[in-house]
């Protein structure tokens, strides 16, 4: 079906999150929060997974996201360079110690609300539709140190404090909403995706997924709250998606991509059909999960989102042994290296095929429209001596996903947009490092902190706004 025509209102467009741009931590009155705790370097790893009982900043340590690219100062210069390439969508996150410094505060921090509503207002100045994620792993500190983070079930209520401020100040500016960002990372890296560092002894599998429940009744309530401030109002959540592959027809390793299949998908299974699903029953028992939930929770899941947005960088691959396997070290969720896939840097696969398996197994499963929120590279680029970045890695890894999202198109599948991670270099957020480069725009920043903060066009910005120009139409 060559015909094919993306839709006139698709939205085009980039992302970003407030904790790996913003920087200015401590300015406009903002609290820290659970990302800013986590160090550059070889204490990195234990912080972020939990295994720091109690994350505090420590002298000698580098801490990237308190500068991040300072996007609290540059981003009506960056806004406006992305709206140069014709974005039509800006992805976001609204940093919650910004409003609520400490989480638990009654009223919110003017500071902050100035700040977001006049970003917002930059973004419609241009035309672009802001897409705000709540929560982009981050939570305050405060909440982290006195309620032992989402564990609690009062965290539940400061956020809803912190969502219902949003919908309020934000209505009419922004329309599209994500609850928690990648919320099945709570797995795999605790403390940066939820703020949970486990105590001594603690049944880690307890702690998560009843942090869990309380993040996924969050999510519902919030869903409940945007409708009634603005029924236009679109939520979405939001999955690290990639579908798990197995890594050979044995049927043990097509089990385990089964079962790796159902944990990836709980969260999204709940909020999209608005009940726990019943493979739980046999997950929790075998992790020994006993969920406290309070009576008419069951009742709150049944507010489903309307959208189901994932970020997608790569497929995954599992075997029932995973351990006589080369394991793929670049990503959090562990998987096992598949021999048919070229890596990144980073050594992420790259498989924009798997876009397309992912897309139509998610379509199939929700049929609920699709939002990719995330896609992108991470390179290392190179200034030349004319002052230009010749990302063609970038440009050719973007255009065969964007070619994946198409056929994924003609095949049925609902998509609603598409905003490319990271619009412009950012703080990466599994390493720390600068040089994880993503952006249409180069940021001169080190892994160190040092540089200019310069703001720079690279090859593949000229290639995106054609890309946009044609609305898909040429790719090349
Ligand atoms: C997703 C996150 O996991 O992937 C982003 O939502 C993150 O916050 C992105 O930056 C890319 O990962 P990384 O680790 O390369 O920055």
């Known amino acids: 079906m060559s015909d094919f025509k993306f839709p006139e209102n698709f939205l085009w467009g980039g992302a970003i999150a407030a904790n790996q741009a913003e920087g200015a931590f401590r300015e406009g009155g903002r609290g820290p929060g659970n990302i800013d705790m986590i160090p550059h370097g070889v204490g990195r790893l234990k912080v972020k997974t939990g295994n720091v009982p109690r994350p505090e900043l420590q002298k000698g340590e580098y801490y990237p996201s308190h500068e991040g690219i300072d ?11 992305m709206s140069e390439m014709g974005f039509k969508v800006f992805r976001t996150s609204i940093s919650w110690s910004r409003l609520f410094p400490d989480g638990d505060e009654e009223k919110p921090n003017q500071a902050g609300i100035d700040f977001y509503r006049n970003m ?3 973004c419609k100045k241009y035309g672009m539709e802001p897409l705000v994620t709540l929560c982009h792993f981050d939570i305050p500190m405060g909440l982290v140190e006195k ?8 965290v539940l209520d400061f956020f809803l404090r912190y969502a219902n401020v949003c919908f309020k100040e934000f209505s009419g500016l922004v329309k599209y909403w994500l609850t928690f960002n990648e919320i099945n990372i709570i797995l795999h890296s605790p403390f940066s995706g939820a703020g949970i560092a486990f105590q001594e002894g603690e049944n880690k599998a307890q702690v998560t997924y009843q942090s869990a429940h309380h993040i996924l009744v969050a999510s519902a309530l919030a869903t409940k709250l945007a409708h009634e401030w603005d029924p236009e109002n679109q939520v979405g959540c939001m999955l690290a998606g990639g579908s798990f592959y197995p890594y050979s027809c044995n049927p043990e390793d097509v089990w385990e991509s089964v079962k790796k299949e159902q944990e990836n998908l709980f969260f999204i299974d709940v909020q999209v059909r608005g009940a726990y699903p019943s493979y739980t029953r046999k997950l929790f028992y075998d992790k020994g ?7 008419g929770d069951l009742e709150i899941l049944r507010n489903t989102v309307d959208f189901v947005s994932f970020s997608y960088y790569s497929s995954r691959c599992v075997a029932a042994d995973m351990n006589d396997k080369a394991s793929n070290e670049g990503n959090i969720i562990r998987s096992v290296k598949n021999p048919y896939l070229q890596a990144s840097q980073w050594g992420w696969g790259i498989d924009p095929l798997g876009l397309r398996i992912t897309m139509n197994q ?7 429209p699709l939002f990719i929120v995330e896609n992108g ?15 063609d890695y970038r440009i050719d890894y973007l255009r065969s996903h964007i070619q ?3 056929e994924a198109m003609e095949d049925g599948v609902e998509l609603l947009g ?4 990271s619009c412009i270099d950012i703080v990466s957020a599994s390493t720390g490092e600068m040089s994880k480069r993503y952006g249409f725009i180069y940021v001169d920043r080190a892994d160190d902190g040092s540089g200019t903060l310069q703001r720079r066009k690279k090859k593949s910005f000229y290639w995106y706004k054609k890309v946009i120009e044609s609305n898909g139409n040429d790719i090349a």
């Open 404 to 406: 994946a999202m198409k």
């Open 418 to 421: 598409y905003t490319v991670w």
């Open 289 to 295: 999960v006993s969920l406290i939930m309070e009576e």
């Open 71 to 81: 996007f609290y100062h540059y981003y009506k210069e960056d806004i406006a360079l």
């Open 120 to 122: 917002f207002l930059e």
């Open 377 to 391: 590279l991470g390179a290392k680029d190179e200034i030349r001596q004319d002052g230009s970045i010749q990302d």
């Open 362 to 368: 998610l379509y199939d499963r929700y049929q609920k």
């Open 147 to 154: 309620y032992g983070s989402w564990r609690n079930r009062k």
